[in-house]
């Protein structure tokens, strides 16, 4: 997995993405629980005053419940990890993807097809390749991170695209180097095939392809890394977890509150 220039280093675990959870619209007034066994309502006075939930408050508690289950899933699941999951071939969501995926790229190579050659798009995708490589990188590997900086520096590109100087080609060889040295040994054979590839065009889809993989990957290296200190802290994480849902959304209780009373 990507280095530093001198040391190892773990990557930053709040690359995580966080996941978000659906969320009840339902809401219900706040009652006290008391040991009494009747089934009788609470007295006026001691009931809540109704509280108004907004959907961002909803949202938060979800994020932090999706967080919760995952922080939970990490910790005491020593096989879990990240896979990236393909929808159905047929489906209308992989058709629409297909479809403007294809008119991106059929009309990126008419951009370099052009007398002189319009690098406009084929620059928003270098921008886009540099900032994923910067991501990778641990907070160490500063020579690695000047050159990438200085290789795919847009405004000189830019400058260069005006004399109709650019190399792509060049630049596109020059990625997959660099991710030959951030990726992990089980993607050298996925970066043979791209420095295979000759049209630059099917070049740049494949880089992309493969920083994809290398993202999942970045993922379930960080995984790997926080699950000892997860373990090693687990019940307090989940305690304060907690008590933020409570706080955020204070009626999420009613439900299990209603529930006991009922029992």
Not at 50 to 65: H, I
Request: charged content about 25%.
């Amino acid at each position: 997995m990507p280095l530093s220039d001198d040391q190892n280093s773990d990557f930053d675990s709040s690359r995580l993405s966080e996941s978000t959870a659906s969320s009840s619209d339902s809401e219900y007034s706040r009652q006290s629980f008391t040991s009494d066994s009747s089934s009788k309502p609470s007295s006026p006075a001691s009931t809540s005053p109704p509280k108004t939930v907004t959907f961002d408050d909803l949202m938060a508690a979800a994020r932090n419940l999706s967080n919760l289950t995952l922080a939970h899933e990490i910790a005491v699941n020593e096989n879990f990890h990240m896979e990236h999951v393909d929808l159905p071939q047929n489906s209308l969501g992989v058709e629409r993807k297909e479809i403007v995926h294809k008119a991106f790229w059929d009309h990126l190579e008419s951009e370099l097809n052009e007398d002189p050659p319009e690098y406009y798009h084929a620059i928003k995708l270098f921008e886009e390749i540099k900032e994923t490589l910067l991501s990778f990188l641990t907070p160490g590997a500063n020579r690695i991170r000047n050159q990438i900086c200085e290789v795919l520096d847009a405004d000189l590109i830019r400058q260069q695209a005006e004399h109709d100087a650019v190399d792509v080609l060049g630049l596109a060889n020059y990625v997959i180097i660099t991710m030959g040295k951030l990726c992990a040994p089980i993607r050298d054979d996925d970066i043979k095939q791209l420095k295979a590839t000759g049209n630059i065009v099917e070049l740049l889809r494949q880089i992309f392809h493969v920083l994809d993989l290398m993202k999942m990957d970045m993922v379930n290296y960080t995984i790997q890394n926080i699950r000892p200190q997860l373990q090693r802290n687990l019940v307090d994480y989940e305690r304060t977890k907690f008590q933020e849902i409570l706080e955020e959304t204070p009626s999420a209780l009613d439900l299990t509150t209603e529930w006991i009373k009922e029992s």
